[in-house]
C-alpha cells in the first residue's frame, strides 16, 4: 500500500469556522508533512512531523494547529482563517532518515475555499 | 536557505526529447528530487539525485553534479499524457532542516501533436 488519503477533498469554510482537515497513510512512514499550495505555484512546507512530534514549523499563523495522534494520522485543524488562505492543502509522509530512500508520497490533497 | 531555479515553460512535439534544467543554491544538501504534477492533481516522485551522476529510469533520466549546484531531468519518446508541471525540489542536509523539501516553481511541459 503506497497511498496517502486526505479527506475532504474538498471543503467551503467561513471565516469563524472552525474545521478540520485529516491524512492517512499505512506505509509506515514515521516522517509526515503539510504542505499549502496555491494556483500555478509550487507547494510549500507548513509543517513536518518526525515520530510523531512536530520537527519543523515553517512560521506557519497559528490559526493553521497540527496534530498527529498517532504515527498513521496527520491532523490540521483550522479556525479563523482568511481568504488569502485558501488553497489545495497537501499531506506528505517519507521514510525517516537514514532510510535509504527519502522520497515523499503525497496525498490527493483538500482544496479549501475560504468564505 | 534555499534558492532553486527551473524554467517556467517548455514546449515540444509528441515523440521528441526535452530536457529540464535546475540549478539550486543550498547552505545543506541531502538530495535532489523531480516530481511531476498535473493540474488539479498531487505531485508525484519521478527521480532521486544525491551522488553525482545519471540516473536512468524508463522514459525518465536525471542527472546531478553537486559541485555546479545543477540538475537536468530528461524525458524522452515524449508522449500527449506527460504535458504537466514538473517540479525541482532540494532535501536539507541538517538535523534540523532533513525534512525541509525546498520546491522549485516547476516547469510546465507543453506536449504537441
Known amino acids: 500500500d503506497t497511498e496517502v488519503t486526505q479527506t475532504p477533498k474538498h471543503l467551503v469554510m467561513g471565516m469563524t469556522n472552525k474545521k478540520s482537515l485529516k491524512c492517512e497513510q499505512h506505509?509506515?512512514?514515521?516522517?509526515m508533512y503539510w504542505y499549502k499550495q496555491k494556483a500555478k505555484k509550487p507547494p510549500e512546507l507548513m509543517f513536518v512531523?518526525?515520530?510523531?512530534?512536530?520537527?519543523i514549523n515553517e512560521s506557519v499563523p497559528s490559526r493553521f494547529s497540527p496534530e498527529c495522534p498517532n504515527s498513521s494520522l496527520l491532523n490540521l485543524h483550522l479556525h479563523a482563517l482568511q481568504p488569502e488562505d485558501s488553497a489545495l492543502y497537501l499531506c506528505?509522509?517519507?521514510?525517516?532518515?537514514?532510510?535509504?530512500?527519502?522520497?515523499?508520497?503525497f496525498g490527493p490533497g483538500t482544496r479549501l475555499t475560504v468564505t | 536557505g534555499q534558492n532553486i531555479d527551473q524554467p517556467t515553460e517548455m514546449t515540444a512535439t509528441e515523440g521528441a526529447i526535452v530536457q529540464i534544467n535546475c540549478t539550486y543554491q543550498?547552505?545543506?544538501?541531502?538530495?535532489l528530487f523531480w516530481y511531476q504534477q498535473h493540474a488539479g492533481e498531487a505531485p508525484t516522485f519521478l527521480s532521486y539525485?544525491?551522488?553525482?551522476g545519471l540516473e536512468e529510469k524508463g522514459r525518465f533520466s536525471s542527472f546531478l553534479s553537486r559541485s555546479k549546484g545543477y540538475s537536468y531531468l530528461l524525458l524522452k519518446e515524449l508522449q500527449m499524457k506527460d504535458s504537466a508541471s514538473y517540479l525541482c525540489?532540494?532535501?536539507?542536509?541538517?538535523?534540523?532542516?532533513?525534512?525541509?523539501?525546498?520546491f522549485g516553481a516547476g516547469t510546465q511541459v507543453v506536449v504537441t501533436p
Open positions: 539525485n544525491v551522488l553525482d
Open positions: 506505509m509506515g512512514h514515521r516522517a
Open positions: 543550498t547552505s545543506g544538501f541531502n538530495g
Open positions: 525540489a532540494v532535501r536539507g542536509e541538517e538535523a534540523d532542516s532533513w525534512g525541509k523539501f525546498q
Open positions: 506528505a509522509s517519507s521514510q525517516e532518515p537514514p532510510g535509504s530512500n527519502y522520497e515523499q508520497y
Open positions: 512531523y518526525s515520530y510523531e512530534k512536530l520537527s
